[in-house]
């Protein structure tokens, strides 16, 4: 059975990834990853805040999306124990290069064009094989108009894009008016990959103190359809490779992400609930079915399940609609 995988231009033992999380902040997390069976491994992000803490550009993004500053920081509920300065998270990940041997992606993660895009250079010399560019922001503003936010996005992509030669991957969220038309935008940056969504991390109020309460829960499986689903549509549609991340936590999401077109499939929360061994046991279950079914390679399986073949997908997606609110249950 042949499980191997291109992604990125990387050669992959298997399609099961790392997503970013805080185990790699230090390097036995990325040696536990990858003695765990992780393929590949996307290294925690560096924020475009760490970077430009103080600088003017700052400035203009917080007047923006201070909301999405904050939901940015909800990536470090532990901050104070963790946070790295740049210097520090570069130094890392060319340590930690040195020591594992399967693919290291390295993470970005901002929004506007600055000169923090120039890390993407620095990721590239101290040793990434590739990078994901991470852009997460919650327009707020009621005169920024869609277009306008795909437009910042777009401009921090290319940016990206043309300062180094390694592949970038896109990671964001599902919130666009039209995510199909989008995702061909970023093809034309040159971008390779596609990151298949980015959780809305949605704070709480504390009913006591008045105050939001930023909370970070871990996913749960049902949120792979979501991803599932796009990426399913997608597929064949454009010419980005698509990763999906959020809610995989056993073998039949890999399987189901697989079959809708998924290149490579990723884990975190998972992996966070049950340690870095959970990936041998996905890899198992998704093996099992594979024997199952008769699939001699995960190439043969991937994209079977996709609409790719579908000639009016919008037609299809509104028939599903119907039919399912036509199959609710009567009422008692
Ligand atoms: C504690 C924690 C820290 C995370 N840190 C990052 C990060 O630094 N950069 C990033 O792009 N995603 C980060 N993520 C998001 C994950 O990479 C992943 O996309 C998300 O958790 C959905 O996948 P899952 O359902 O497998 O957890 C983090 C997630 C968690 C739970």
Redesign the pocket.
Known sequence: MDLRTTYLGLELEHPLVA????LTERLDGFLRLEDGGAAAI?M??LFEEQILEEEAALDHYLHYGHESYAEALS?F?RAHEYRLTPERHLDLLARAKERVSVPIIA?L?GVSRGGWVEYARLLEEAGADAL?L?LYYIPTDPALSGAEVEAMYLDTIQAVVESVRIPVAV?VGHAFTAFAHFAKRVEATGAKAL?LF??FYQSDFDLETLSVVPT?S??QPY??LLRIHWIALLFGRVDLELAL?????SGKEAVKGLMAGAQVV???????QRGPGHFCAVLSELKAFMEEKGYESVQEMRGVMSYQKVAEPAAFERANYLKVLASCCPLP
Do not use: F, I, Q
Request: glycine share 6%.
């Open positions: 997503s970013a999380s805080p996307v925690h992000s990536y509920p993470s993660n994901e991470n990671k990151v980015n959780r970070l871990l996913s949120e792979s991340t959020g809610g995989v936590h990723m884990m975190t929360s998972a992996v966070l």
